[in-house]
T-cell receptor, first 109, second 114 residues
Framework: SQQGEEDPQALSIQEGENATMNCSYK?????LQWYRQNSGRGLVHLIL?????REKHSGRLRVTLDTSKKSSSLLITASRAADTASYFC?????????FGAGTRLTVKP | DAEITQSPRHKITETGRQVTLACHQT?????MFWYRQDLGHGLRLIHY???????NKGEVSDGYSVSRSNTEDLPLTLESAASSQTSVYFC?????????????FGQGTRLTVV
């Protein structure tokens, strides 16, 4: 399966701190994406990194991809209480998209 | 604005009944997906479609079926609902590109089978 696996399962930090979440996967990919899910809502796309890219930034988000280790990390800098949500990585191969179990992030004010 | 909508948002049904969950998108996307979300499992792919008349099985397709008669809709049918199919179901759509693109998700359907 190309399903990603996030680590840690849960993360609790103080507002202003940085949050790092990791994703590992098993097979070749075209790209890897990160999504956020607020409680009871649908998933919202955050960032996409292609298999030939190593790092990508979007606002307070920084994503890295190491295809040799089949792993990715999502860094959220200067976290805010509004960042409290579940974060999922999704691997895509030939338009087939598979998700991991997610990391539950809690940012305390 | 383009969107993707699921209906109903909540459904309670009895074991053994056939249930259909609707998914409609106005993005004109070729790709459409159905996932189920259960605690501890994240999102698991049920079925997906790359275009009209195209359907494919995902990792947890047993007991589910889909059909794609037009670009906008991908209804998910539970042939004979089972308690194990109690879950939150999400539909998603994306453009068809070789390397894949971002997906847009509906708000989900919470299905309870009693």
């Amino acid at each position: 399966s190309q399903q990603g696996e996030e680590d840690p399962q849960a993360l609790s930090i103080q507002e202003g701190e940085n949050a790092t979440m990791n994703c590992s996967y098993k097979t070749s990919i075209n790209n890897l994406q990160w999504y956020r899910q607020n409680s009871g809502r649908g998933l919202v796309h955050l960032i996409l990194i292609r298999s030939n890219e190593r790092e990508k930034h979007s606002g307070r988000l920084r994503v890295t991809l190491d295809t040799s280790k089949k792993s990715s990390s999502l860094l959220i800098t200067a976290s805010r209480a509004a960042d409290t949500a579940s974060y999922f990585c999704a691997t895509t191969l030939n338009n087939d998209m598979r998700f991991g179990a997610g990391t539950r992030l809690t940012v305390k004010p | 604005d383009a969107e993707i909508t699921q209906s109903p948002r909540h459904k309670i049904t009895e074991t053994g009944r056939q249930v259909t969950l609707a998914c409609h998108q106005t993005w004109n996307h070729n790709n459409m997906f159905w996932y189920r979300q259960d605690l501890g499992h994240g999102l698991r792919l049920i079925h997906y479609s790359y275009g009209v008349q195209d359907t494919n099985k995902g990792e947890v397709s047993d007991g589910y079926s889909v059909s794609r008669s037009n670009t906008e809709d991908l209804p998910l049918t539970l042939e004979s609902a089972a308690s194990s199919q109690t879950s939150v179901y999400f539909c998603a759509s994306s453009e068809f590109r070789g390397e894949g693109t971002e997906a847009f998700f509906g708000q989900g359907t919470r299905l309870t089978v009693v």
